[in-house]
């Protein structure tokens, strides 16, 4: 009798769990996943800069740029805050007027931000929101004997706006956007012309060169003109990027204005657990 209700009791336990469980695990099929989307980007450049730390002059060149971003919602439920994290890699050489001089440019920027999606207005996305990056960019002076290379260090608060346009056409949705941005508020490096790093190191004066920047004495725009054509499992995209930059910590301005080409691809990212793991059918990108 004891053996027969422990039995009973035994299968009552597992029918119960089994009844708990399948509610649940169906709950969990019908959940939306957050996928990240991937940019990779690659184009080349047209530069200007101006480092009166160099030179006086004005140098003039080509070069290429790489860049790579990634977007998620935060909350798949309620896909309106994204973040995201961006890494950039540019690289140039440059001339003076008279083509005697080189400047070597070499730049890495990383970001981390985010942005608010409103979708409500018929075939159109807007975004608002920022960014917090940190810019380290090493330029050598082939000429110049004292100084012969000069660092920008600078972190910076970014405001972000964003527009895109997607026109319906009979097999796929095509994508027309441009993105904003500008520094609000930093720090920045900016060492004073004629003053070695040496010297600085010496007089222990390297504190003076860092200094707080807003839009006093910094002033730009990155803006990027994109056009987004999806295929199977892809999206390509050509643009232009115009990056205008300015600062000063005394009379002589620093400039950076760089013109850019760029093509790149950009897909969806699934990441779940077990090898033999289906796609999951509900799911939900920024890049929709």
Same mark, same amino acid.
């Given at each position: 009798?004891?053996? #027969? ?20 695990? $169906? ?7 957050? @996928? ?17 730390? @160099? ?5 003039? +060149?080509?070069?290429? &740029? ?22 950039? +890699?540019?690289?140039?050489?440059? @001339? ?13 920027? $990383? $970001? ?5 999606? /409103? ?11 920022? #960014? ?17 290379? #000069? ?12 527009? &895109? ?54 002033? +730009? ?28 910590? +005394? ?15 950009? /897909?969806?990212?699934? &990441? ?17």
């Amino acid at each position: 009798m004891i053996n #027969n209700c422990l039995k009973y009791m035994k299968t009552l336990l597992i029918v119960s769990c089994l009844l708990c469980f399948l509610p649940v695990h $169906a709950q969990n099929q019908e959940e939306l996943q957050a @996928l990240t989307h991937v940019y990779n980007y690659v184009g080349a450049s047209m530069v200007q800069l101006a480092d009166p730390y @160099l030179s006086v002059l004005n140098y003039t +060149g080509y070069g290429i &740029r790489a860049e790579y971003s990634a977007y998620k919602y935060f909350n798949p439920e309620n896909p309106s805050l994204t973040q995201y994290h961006r890494l950039v +890699g540019t690289g140039a050489y440059t @001339l003076n007027p008279a083509s005697t001089a080189l400047i070597t440019y070499l730049d890495a920027n $990383a $970001a981390y931000g985010v942005l608010y999606e /409103y979708r409500d207005l018929n075939n159109i996305v807007l975004h608002a929101g920022g #960014n917090m990056d940190v810019d380290f960019a090493f330029k050598m002076n082939s000429r110049n004997i004292n100084n012969p290379t #000069n660092i920008d260090l600078s972190t910076n608060l970014n405001a972000m706006l964003g527009v &895109r346009y997607d026109i319906p056409t009979k097999k796929r949705v095509l994508k027309l956007g441009t993105q904003i941005e500008f520094p609000m508020i930093g720090c920045m490096f900016v060492p004073y012309p004629g003053l070695t790093y040496y010297e600085m190191y010496k007089a222990k004066r390297i504190g003076e060169a860092v200094h707080l920047s807003s839009l006093h004495n910094k002033q +730009g725009i990155k803006q990027r003109l994109t056009f987004d054509v999806p295929f199977n499992h892809t999206e390509w995209s050509f643009g232009v990027l115009m990056h205008l930059m300015k600062f000063q910590a +005394g009379e002589q301005p620093h400039q950076l204005h760089e013109f850019s080409l760029f093509f790149g691809v950009h /897909y969806d990212v699934i &990441r779940f657990a077990g090898r033999k793991s289906k796609r999951p059918e509900n799911f939900i990108s920024p890049g929709l």
